[in-house]
Structures are given as C-alpha cells and as structure tokens.
C-alpha cells in the first residue's frame, strides 16, 4: 500500500484529482466509483476547477455508487444517490444516465444488491474506487466484522456511524438503519483503490488500516491485500503512524514521471 501525507486536505484533493485526471486521459470512459461524505467534497471541487479551466474532459467518464441507504424514498436529498448528483454529476456535468448504483428503495433489498454486483461485472468492473473511512474503519458501509470477502449486502450500521451521520439529517432519529453497501470483496476487484481520510479523528483508524493486523475488526485493512492500494492522509490523519517519516521519505523519492 503506498501512503501519501499531504499538508492538508485541499492538497489531497489536489493530488486525488490529478490521479483521476490521468486516468481518463488514459481512458476516457474509466468508471469511477465515488464516496460520500465530507472527506471527499475536496477532491471533487478540484476535478470541476479542472473540467471549468478545460485541462479534464469527462465526456466519456462513468460514475458508480459504493452504497446507498435502505428506505429512504426515491429522491430523498440525502439519498447517496441524489448526494452524489449534487456533489459530483452535476457539477461535472455528467449526465445521470452514465451514473449506476445500487436501489435501496428496492422491494427486494437482496436482489437489488445481487444485481449491482452483477451490473458493476456487466459495466467491466471499477477503474478507480475513491474511498472514506469511518471512526470504526469501515470502508463504503462494512461495518467492523464484516466478511473479507463479502459482495454487495444489506448491512446493519452502528450507532457510531449513525450518530457520525446525524449531521446531514433533522435528527438522529432519521438517520437509516441499514444500507447497501459494495462488499469489501467488491471493492477489493477496482483496479486502484484510494482512499482519503483528513482530521485527528481518523488518525487511529487510519494507523490500524496501514500498520495494524489485516482484521475483519477494522475493514479498512482490507486495502493490505490489494495490489494498488494509495492511502491519503493529511498531517493530522498521520498523527498516530509510525512509519511516518519512512512514508515521507518514500513519497519524495517517487519518480516524478509515476503517479499515485
Ligand atoms: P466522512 O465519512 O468523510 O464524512 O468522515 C467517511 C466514511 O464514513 O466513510
């Protein structure tokens, strides 16, 4: 896994950016799996200053959803769904045909989550996945113990990560129980994961995601078992890591021609 300190968390989105900027110079129609949450949003406003000054074209570029909340009706504005054409489509100016993700407004929340795997398959897989972590170190919404290898699944959240949520809801009564969520088996199959994380908050999970014991108890360290795997962290996120300095010193020899 290679892990990048940054400064702060504009210049994470800065270097996240550009990464994805290569690739859809490489590959016009990469499908990018994107996250919610704040962490993020950086990146995301770094991409459209780019497709604004004219340096990133995403004419061809596919989006994809790491989950979705389960019962919220179609539309609801904190759907990740409506989230992510907020945040990201709109902005951009993808259009939401070429935007798949998983229903959790679905009757059947089984089959729903049995055909995203199937439509992710069908779609040539993720060329880039953008991943958060929780306080708990999950990764999409696999929340501690979940399997290694689990595919897209209801999954039930934990109070931590509803209360964490509560933010973007009238109140923590609204916040739902459960989610979709791509299985850390489904996540582990993009090509480049890179995952973001910013703020002393996330300093602990982020030490055991990249210095800790592969464990189901913190699913972040899932990304050990990946071929290319890019850890971003701002100074605070680093706090706790104790091969900071080998880290540091690993980045600035990179050769500058190799991107994250
Ligand atoms: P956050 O969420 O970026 O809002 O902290 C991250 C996550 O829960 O994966």
Known sequence: MEIVIVPDAAAGGELIASAIADLLTRKPDAM???????TPLPIYRALEAKVKAGSLDVSRARVCQLDEYVGLPVGHPESYREVLLREVLQPLGIPGERFIGPDGAAEDIAG???????????????????LG?????????????????????????????RVDNARFFDSLDEVPHHVLTQGIGTILEARHLVLLATGEAKAEAVAQTVEGPLSALVPASALQLHPHATVVVDEAAAARLKLADYFRATYAAKPSWQSI
């Open 32 to 38: 990018l799996g994107v996250a919610t949450g704040s």
């Open 112 to 130: 729903a989550a049995t055909a995203y795997d199937q439509e992710l398959a069908a779609a040539g897989g993720v060329d880039l996945q953008l």
């Open 133 to 161: 972590i929780g306080t708990d170190g999950h990764i999409g919404f696999n929340e501690p113990c979940s399997s290694l290898a689990s595919r897209t699944r209801i999954k039930t959240l934990t109070e931590q990560t």
